[in-house]
């Protein structure tokens, strides 16, 4: 078996109380694979550390306990080379314009002048963002903003990729056309695609495997596989096999779904 | 131009003829102040002249160092302090009642610690302004967004370049208003500064003018000052409006 592409092994992660007193579980223990080139989805109830999965993957945050390993080399809180986050909220940067936003993510990449000129071209036809380069952000829409956040993390050509809840702030019609995107930036790029949402349909439509995490503290209960061809877009909605793998979702999801609720209805959750 | 700025110019010339009226009519006699075309042609004739170049100079020139350094050490100051909460949270008192403190009190300690030269009057321009650009560029800081942050720290950027790449570009329109207020206090630390003991400058030149009855010399000087610091400020201001444009603000 070849090696995995992103390792995770008993990863668990403890926020400190601020009162000195136990801290917060927020997740795990955890253990995972993700194989090179394969698009993983990871879906939750709310607050039950589906970031801080993500932030640990990204080296924004270390791990209490276990380890986490990026094409062999651990992670242990430094943000290491080949790794793209796209966030759920706007990242653009507001005083630049939409090819200053993608050039920032080339300014620790040591390449040519000639050859950052043709990556940032490459990923504004790419993003559709061509006629668009002078703009700044404050003109766009929120799609198009997060079509440059997209840009400006493609342009770096990284192997594996991190989606943060990328479309949560979209409507339901531009999520469906921003996911056809990202499935053919994915065949295109050829990169390792972690994605984190709430979504239950469109981690369906989007993923190669799925992951369903209990509540706080976040575990895996189970990981379904939904075989779908690699030259796939958002038509994949319409299969019968698309509601027979939504459905083990929910079912897996429903029981944590309502302990969250319970827990939130005694009191406030922390954000995990 | 808009309907408000031609209102705001009807205001101000609506004033100047009222004033030029008064001192026509003789409710404001010839000693309390000139009319104000005679302040006009007095500034042009000490312009063309050059008898005031001196004194101009170098009250706008501390001033800029006074500036300058507000404005360095300002930023510089809040983005350490942006780092260190419970630095922060010790000083918050004094900013929040610095202004309260007469500065030109500590004149004459400063000339104790700094000679009798330029440089107490550049410190005390310096230290009215420098808490003003603390307390905005402060303000700027806080409210960058924290996936900004995270992007900065993706991209693998260090502690002074995401500063001087990311939280400060975003905190500029703020920065820009501590700038405004830096600018208008060195002038008024600097110009005080020369009322109170100096052998040059405007303010030495316009309290001088003042106790010789030489309003031909002082009131021309007091337009001047407004003119720079209105300039300077109307500048700054264009420019936080750019900024702000540019963020659909």
Redesign the interface.
Known sequence: MSQAHVSLRGVTKVFPSSSGGQGLHALGPIDLDLQQGEFFAVVGPSGCGKSTLLELI?G?TSATEGTVEFEGRRIEGD?PDG???V?Q???C???LSVEDNIA??L??IAVAHEEKRRRIGGVLDLMGLGDFARS?P??LSGGMRQRVCIARTLVIEPRLILLDEPFGALDQQTRLLMGDEVLKLWRQTGATVFLITHALDEAAMLADRIAVMSARPGQLIDVVETHWPAERDSHIVERLEFGAVTARLWKSLREESLKTMAKTSRGPADRT | MSRIAVYRVLVIAAAVLLLELLCYVGVIDRITMQPPHRILRDLALILISGKQNAAILKTLSNASIAFGLALFVGVATAVVLHGYRALRETLDPLFATYYAIPVFAFYPLLIVLLGLGDAPQIGIGFMLGVVAVIVNTLNGLDRVPRVLRKTARIQRLGTIETALTVTLPYAAPYVLTGAKFAVAYSLIGIIGAEFIMSRGGMGYEISFAYNNFDNATMYPLIVLILVVSISINTGLSRWEKLLLARRGQ
């Open positions: 990204a924004l943000i790794i793209g986050v966030f909220e706007d990242a940067f507001p005083w920032f993510g300014r620790k700044y404050a003109q």
